[in-house]
């Protein structure tokens, strides 16, 4: 089975401080993805790496970045946490188009981040 | 811009119906479409995946159609139970080299089956 996991459930932090959102997953996918999820906005796309070192800018990058040093670990970053940044982040992978015919996307649990 | 619609918002059914959640997308041009499962406070959990060139696919009883031309899927359960009670989200993944698979998401429907 696909294992995609998150470093925390929940996290409290406060404003200004730099935050680190750790994922790893066991299955070689060559995608991997970082997402918000906010009552009313849905899912929104933040990041996502398509190889080691590799990154592209998603919907809503600002106050983000990402790392990508080793391929089953995609960390996102918030350099000052903000309050507007409290939400649930998800992160997921996949295989890159075309490798296993289809690119299913496989999700973490999430991480219940809290900014005060 | 692709956007992703789904209808109803929320849905709320007795146990043993058959029921339809209905997702529009307005770029036709998709790799392909997914159906996703997300508890309450958890992630998502891939239900059924479509690709372009399908019509639909089924697993257990769950079936997933797809009308690329006009824009849209349904997801049909039959025979509901309360353990399917959880948001649906829909999501198309566009065609073209350089899309790595991203996602959009519809706004999801909530379904609620009671005993």
């Known amino acids: 089975d696909v294992k995609v996991t998150q470093s925390s459930r929940y996290l409290v932090k406060r404003t200004g401080e730099k935050v680190f959102l750790e994922c790893v997953q066991d299955?070689?996918?060559?995608?991997m993805f970082w997402y918000r999820q906010d009552p009313g906005l849905g899912l929104r796309l933040i990041y996502f790496?398509?190889?080691?070192?590799?990154?592209e800018k998603g919907d809503i990058p600002e106050g983000y970045s990402v790392s990508r040093e080793k391929k089953e670990r995609f960390s996102l970053i918030l350099e000052s946490a903000s309050t507007n940044q409290t939400s649930m982040y998800l992160c997921?992978?996949?295989?890159?188009?075309?490798?296993?015919?289809?690119?299913?996307?496989?999700f973490g649990p999430g991480t219940r981040l809290t900014v005060l | 811009k692709q956007e992703v619609t789904q209808i109803p918002a929320a849905l709320s059914v007795p146990e043993g119906e058959n029921l339809v959640l209905n997702c529009s997308f307005t770029?036709?041009?998709?790799?392909?479409l997914q159906w996703f499962r997300q508890d309450p406070g958890k992630g998502l959990t891939s239900l059924l995946l479509?690709?372009?060139?399908?019509r639909e696919q089924t697993s257990g009883r769950l079936n997933a159609s797809l009308d690329k031309s006009s824009g849209r899927s349904t997801l049909y359960i039959a025979a509901s139970q309360p353990g399917d009670s959880a948001t649906y989200l829909c999501?198309?993944?566009?065609?073209?080299?350089?899309?790595?698979?991203?996602?959009?998401f519809g706004q999801g429907t909530i379904l609620t089956v009671h005993p």
């Open positions: 999501a198309v993944s566009n065609a073209g080299g350089t899309s790595y698979g991203k996602l959009t």
């Open positions: 997921a992978s996949s295989f890159a188009r075309g490798t296993s015919g289809q690119d299913t996307q496989y």
């Open positions: 790496s398509y190889d080691v070192k590799m990154k």
């Open positions: 479509i690709q372009s060139s399908q």
């Open positions: 770029d036709s041009a998709i790799y392909n």
């Open positions: 299955m070689d996918h060559e995608n």
